[in-house]
């Protein structure tokens, strides 16, 4: 605890990070802080998730179509993890899928920067990611506006720079998890609202930005819109799940220490520490036959359920694109970020999403 991870040591833990955060570290000067290994699996979730989850424990089955669903009446999921003490591959990835943020409503203000090659800066965008569960709630009414055949309304918002600014997408999930989600944007330059095809879920939301909506939280679609996947292991991981929110030292939030890269710009700190287990599970986009992507691999945490490693192969088999992300509780030093239960906040820290 205290050490810094580096081009220098990287090799001895090797086995304990994604392919493409292992050439960050070794190639391109990425550093990575050990924090203290965590001894409190509550502080791993939202306050009311976690009493979701303790309350709705075994009470999940998959049904005859592969949904989630409550087994008593088969009605969709109340809250919380379906599958805390998850075995197989899809209880793993439904843990994510019913809901990426674990709140009922998240809406995630972002600074976005888009590294060139060279490590200059070629892009900053600002914007606002909202996630709106209708069903799997864990508060208030068991669905929202009655709203049971849907799964969560997604949005994202562009506010700067002002040539991006008013570009919205809107991805309405439904709860069956064999439908496509419908995807609708709104340009500036047109004026209009057009809707996307399916497939344009892999395709970067603006120039520059590496982020697919696919890749949300490992489970940007669907999760029966994806097929062959399996449980290939069971594995120690370094995973970022405190230590990462800036709230006492910047105003806005805002990770603003950097380095690595040929300009000192391409990294934020983060800190890492050991889970002694993640399931690691693969996946192929099955409903999408002209999808760019050839499977996924992800990591998942075995005390939480939460995603913590994530790397995408194109279709020749060859390592493609990460999203390392940091969660945690909304603390540093004395300065806490509370919900309106005394509880701290838990959510996303901050976001690396490398394409090699």
Not at 247 to 257: A, D, I, L, S, V
Request: proline share 6%; net charge neutral.
């Amino acid at each position: 605890v205290g050490d810094t991870i580096d081009s220098k040591n990287v090799e001895h833990v090797k086995h304990l990070l994604d392919e493409i955060t292992f050439i960050q570290v070794s190639q391109q000067g990425r550093k990575i802080i050990i924090g203290p290994p965590t001894t409190d699996v509550s502080t791993m979730y939202p306050y009311t998730f976690f009493q979701a989850t303790l309350k709705n424990a075994g009470k999940a089955k998959f049904d005859a179509t592969g949904n989630v669903v409550e087994a008593a009446t088969g009605d969709p999921w109340i809250g919380g993890t379906p599958f805390p003490d998850m075995k197989t591959a899809n209880e793993a990835i439904a843990n994510i899928t019913l809901s990426w943020g674990r709140h009922d409503l998240s809406q995630y203000a972002i600074r976005d920067y888009d590294i060139n090659p060279n490590g200059t800066r070629a892009y900053q965008y600002d914007f606002l990611w909202t996630e709106l569960n209708t069903t799997a709630r864990t508060e208030g009414a068991r669905y929202f506006q009655g709203k049971k055949d849907m799964l969560r309304y997604q949005s994202v918002f562009f506010t700067a720079p002002q040539e991006q600014a008013g570009a919205s997408f809107l991805c309405p999930w439904y709860y069956d998890q064999r439908k496509l989600p419908e995807l609708y944007g709104y340009l500036p330059q047109f004026r209009r609202v057009r809707q996307f095809p399916a497939n344009q879920r892999f395709e970067p939301l603006g120039p520059g930005i590496t982020l697919f909506l696919s890749d949300a939280w490992g489970g940007g679609d669907p999760m029966l819109t994806w097929g062959d996947t399996k449980l290939i292991g069971r594995e120690p991981h370094l995973v970022s799940c405190k230590g990462n929110w800036k709230g006492k030292e910047h105003p806005n939030w805002e990770n603003t220490h950097f380095h690595g890269g040929a300009k000192g710009l391409s990294f934020m700190d983060t800190v890492m520490e050991l889970s002694p287990e993640c399931l690691v599970v693969e996946s192929s986009p099955t409903g999408y036959p002209r999808a760019p992507v050839g499977k996924k691999r992800m990591w998942i945490d075995a005390r939480n359920g939460m995603l913590s490693g994530y790397v995408t192969y194109d279709r020749r088999g060859k390592v493609w694109k990460q999203v390392d992300a940091a969660f945690g509780q909304q603390i540093q030093g004395n300065v806490v970020n509370k919900d309106k239960f005394g509880y701290p906040h838990w959510s996303v820290a901050h976001v690396h999403i490398g394409d090699v």
